[in-house]
């Protein structure tokens, strides 16, 4: 018997799996079971074109592990493979070109591959030295043996078997100090890898269980009895109707499934047919995992092809906007073996995306507006993240995210959103007011507040980060422009009022730049304002950057060059202090002076901005104290 080689590609992948540093080489099991499952499949639907009376319940998988001779069996009765059956398939690597061996020097590629996509019968390489596979076609006469210790190639020879199908024997490899092989021969971890990964495959996969009970008749010997469990469910619960799955059910898979102690907020199963059709199981989690906001967190769902589990995240299958949600996807339209690449760049993939992104956003206004307690649980969990998504697609996907966006709001004091903002606004009103600061308190004792408020105007209070920025992106809503009541892009004087505040300031421009000369370059301007009302004081930004703004962007530590906003200093014009500053600036210009520096010290201060100099402000505000 002459030892043939493998083809030159199959080596590749075969070395590859035999080398395999792969932490879930588990996934083996997957494979071979994915294997007897297609054969007969190809059997019994062999059988209907030829009319032969076979029974579908009659197929099986068996999986029988020999702790003794550390072996794992893997018999099918499918349809068998004849001795160039044997050599085509096994000697070579069936799905040629789909794998890109370029990247063949970089063990992270490698394992990658392995991770994500079904690498087939090679894959059993990982956790055996040793593999033989005896298998009879059927409707034929001779069974044949094929066995390879891998690297070395592979012998076919005629052996005896009697009835068709496949008999895999693994010899597993000796334990290591970084692998555990005996596990493969373990009844409990068998039966995990078969619930993880082939728990939907539609044919029994069986096993001989052994059980300890009680023995008839007495009260204290024990008998062990071996029984013959079937280890798979063989139906998905996504694949089962709606009203077959209770609550109960739904959650506890989604806790076991996706590791969460609290029920989900939403459940989303629905079976989608249009250009691809797939069924989907969805779940919205209540509450953010500890990772949710760093780097390690991976979006993504599970992808199934017809049962069998291809991918354990699917990360195309999701926008980063709703990274949060959990679950899988089943599409009896996708190829079990599809490699990375060609996963990446597949229509259907992102046919099945779109509509899941769709489905999505449909199902929490949904839920916002037949569940509002638990849509505020979950926004305050995840809004962030929405606001994120609006800033960083640029205006593109303000439609989907504009309506789940809420902010507090003065006049409800909870979270309210953009739409029924609008809804309240006044028939005069055009633009939508909101206020940035670091909590609600905060910006409730922010000076200009107080005046927009007491105008009957509602406002929006930022208290992220991100909200101004992504507001910035949504630039409108229902036609409606936004304004930062801190900056002076906002109006609400009458003309009257407009034109004696001009007057003010007009007269009053000799002082003014004398104030501002004593304040420095910190300011662009110091004018009178009518926005305030009982507060003395407030800082205005002019132009693109907010204070809020500049902040956020100075905070962050990739940002070398900070950015300035303009900054005026506003006073009240109706306040007691501007006539003050007046007499002073005719009287005792140094006094003027100080009041301008503590005037704006204190405006830093109510914004939540340092003050340079808090000893210079101290003694100043002593000398007038004594
Ligand atoms: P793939 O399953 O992606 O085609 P594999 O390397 O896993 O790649 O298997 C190669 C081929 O060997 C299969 O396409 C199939 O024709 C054959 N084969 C593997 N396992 C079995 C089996 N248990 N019964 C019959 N044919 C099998």
Redesign the pocket.
């Known amino acids: 018997m002459r030892t043939k080689q493998f083809k030159a590609e199959s080596k590749k992948l075969l070395d590859m799996m035999i080398n395999s540093i792969y932490t879930h080489k588990e996934i083996f099991l997957r494979?071979l079971i994915?294997?007897?499952s297609?054969?007969m499949d190809k059997l019994y639907y062999h059988s209907l074109q030829e009319n032969l009376a076979l029974n579908r319940s009659d197929l099986t998988i068996n999986i029988s592990p020999d702790k003794e001779a550390r072996t794992l069996v893997i018999t099918?009765n499918?349809?068998?493979?004849t001795a160039d059956?044997l050599e085509t398939?096994?000697g070579t690597?069936?799905?040629s070109g789909s794998f890109d061996f370029k990247n063949d020097n970089e063990k992270k590629e490698d394992v990658d591959i392995i991770g994500q996509f079904?690498v087939?019968?090679?894959s059993a390489f990982m956790v055996s030295d040793k593999i033989e596979v005896v298998?009879k076609a059927f409707g034929s006469d001779e069974a044949n043996k094929w066995t390879s210790k891998g690297a070395e190639g592979y012998t076919i020879e005629p052996c005896e078997k009697d009835t068709n199908g496949?008999v895999?024997t693994l010899y597993l490899k000796e334990n290591t100090d970084d692998d555990d092989y005996d596990q493969y021969l373990e009844e409990y971890k068998i039966r995990e890898i078969v619930r993880k990964y082939s728990d939907y495959i539609r044919y029994p996969i069986t096993m001989d269980c052994q059980h300890s009970h009680l023995k008839e008749g007495t009260e204290d010997e024990y008998e062990t009895v071996t029984e013959t469990a079937t280890l798979n469910s063989m139906v998905p619960l996504w694949k089962k109707n709606k009203n077959e799955v209770t609550a109960d059910e739904y959650s506890s898979f989604y806790r076991e499934k996706f590791f969460d102690y609290e029920e989900p907020a939403k459940v989303i199963h629905t079976k989608i047919e249009g250009q691809v059709m797939f069924n989907t199981l969805l779940y919205i989690p209540r509450h953010a995992p500890f990772d949710y906001y760093t780097k390690s967190y991976e979006k993504g769902l599970q992808l199934y092809s017809n049962g069998v589990l291809i991918m354990d995240k699917c990360a195309d299958l999701l926008p980063d906007y709703f990274s949060f949600v959990k679950g899988l996807v089943d599409s009896e339209d996708l190829s079990?073996?599809i490699s990375r690449e060609m996963l990446q760049h597949d229509a259907q993939l992102k046919l099945i995306a779109k509509s899941l992104e769709k489905k999505i956003h449909s199902e929490l206004v949904k839920l916002m507006k037949d569940s509002r307690d638990t849509y505020e649980k979950v926004f305050t969990a995840f809004g962030m993240q929405l606001k994120f998504g609006l800033y960083n697609s640029y205006g593109t996907k303000n439609d989907v995210l504009s309506d789940l966006i809420m902010f507090h709001s003065s006049n409800e004091k909870k979270l309210t959103t953009l739409k029924e903002y609008v809804g309240r606004m006044k028939e005069s009103q055009d633009t939508i007011y909101y206020a940035c600061g670091e909590s609600v308190a905060k910006i409730d004792l922010l000076p200009q507040v107080e005046a927009v408020k007491d105008k009957g105007f509602e406002i929006l209070y930022f208290t992220q980060n991100v909200d101004e920025f992504a507001i910035k992106m949504l630039n409108e809503f229902d036609g409606k422009k936004f304004a930062n009541i801190c900056t002076d892009g906002i109006d609400l004087d009458t003309d009257e009022e407009k034109e004696e505040l001009k007057e003010k300031n007009d007269t009053g421009k000799e002082m003014l730049d004398f104030l501002k000369e004593t304040i420095g370059e910190e300011i662009t301007a110091v004018r009178f304002t009518n926005k305030l009302k009982n507060h003395p004081v407030c800082l205005t930004a002019e132009g693109e950057v907010s204070l809020e703004m500049e902040k956020t962007l100075n905070a962050m530590p990739a940002n070398e060059e900070k950015v300035k906003a303009n900054i005026v200093l506003e006073i009240n014009a109706n306040h007691p202090i501007a006539d003050k500053l007046g007499d002073l600036y005719g009287t005792d210009k140094d006094k003027a002076a100080n009041y301008a520096k503590i005037l704006y010290a204190q405006a830093r201060l109510i914004e939540g901005l340092s003050v340079e100099n808090p000893t210079e402000l101290s003694n100043m505000i002593c000398d007038l104290m004594v």
């Open positions: 494979e994915s294997n007897a297609d054969a099918d499918g349809i068998g493979m059956e398939n096994l690597i069936a799905k079904g087939g019968f090679y298998s496949t895999i079990l073996n």
